[in-house]
């Protein structure tokens, strides 16, 4: 069974658009969280989420909203797609906070057109 | 804040070469630090970890040292293969708070038969 899943795995749209990315864990981790990467491979945090409460919130536009059903899940939505959107979104979830390892989804690369 | 400084690449090396891909930090208080490995189309996957200073990770013939001293945590293997082709990111996470992962911005291996 996979650890964290994503889907869909490539997602291509026009600007405008409105589109949602699924994740889940089946680790029983207590976090979760949704990472960007750009076409250099520069990875950088944009969300995460602990007991469903949001507890880190970088500066992302507010175009990008997560939501967390339960704990094993925390799906991206993006209102309003633009062209720099593009990129490949990583999900990934820990135990809990505090130095512990997080485990990577495979990714979803998003074209915005 | 918190930050990954990592040796920029590309690195090309011939199968049995030895690896070093250097990486510093820069963090308050003491991080534990990881290094993951991104093979072509695929997530981020946990390649090593150390969690506290002196500590050695080591995984498939990799490892690095954490060195508070020098606040770094480079990353050796002594003899690559051309399956170790792939990019490489050292991380850190803080344990003051929330449980912030910062990349470096990668480092991509290519070996070469």
């Known amino acids: 069974d996979t650890a964290v899943s994503q889907t869909p795995k490539y997602l291509v749209t026009q600007m405008g658009n409105d589109k949602s990315i699924k994740c889940e864990q089946n680790l029983g981790h207590d976090t979760m969280y949704w990472y960007k990467q750009d076409s250099k491979k520069f990875l950088k945090i944009m969300f995460s989420y602990n007991n469903k409460e949001l507890i880190i919130n970088e500066t992302v536009p507010n175009r990008f909203s997560p939501k967390s059903p339960d704990k094993a899940h925390l799906n991206l939505h993006i209102n309003s797609l633009e062209l720099g959107d593009s990129a490949v979104y990583f999900c990934?979830?820990?135990?809990?906070?505090?130095?512990?390892?997080?485990?990577f989804g495979p990714g979803t690369r998003l074209t915005v057109t | 804040g918190d930050s990954v400084t990592q040796m920029e690449g590309p690195v090309t090396l011939s199968e049995e070469a030895f690896l070093t891909i250097n990486c510093t930090y820069t963090a308050t208080g003491y991080p534990s630090l990881f290094w993951y490995v991104q093979y072509p189309g695929e997530g981020l996957q946990l390649l090593l970890k150390?969690?506290?200073?002196?500590d050695k990770g080591s995984n498939k013939g990799f490892e690095a040292t954490y060195r508070k001293e020098t606040t770094s945590f480079h990353l050796e293997k002594g003899s690559v293969q051309v399956s170790d082709s792939a990019v490489y990111f050292c991380?850190?996470?803080?344990?003051?708070?929330?449980?912030?992962?910062?990349f470096g911005t990668g480092t991509r291996l290519t070996v070469i038969p």
């Open positions: 990934a979830s820990s135990q809990a906070s505090g130095g512990y390892e997080q485990y």
């Open positions: 991380a850190l996470v803080s344990r003051l708070g929330a449980n912030n992962l910062f």
């Open positions: 150390a969690t506290k200073a002196d």
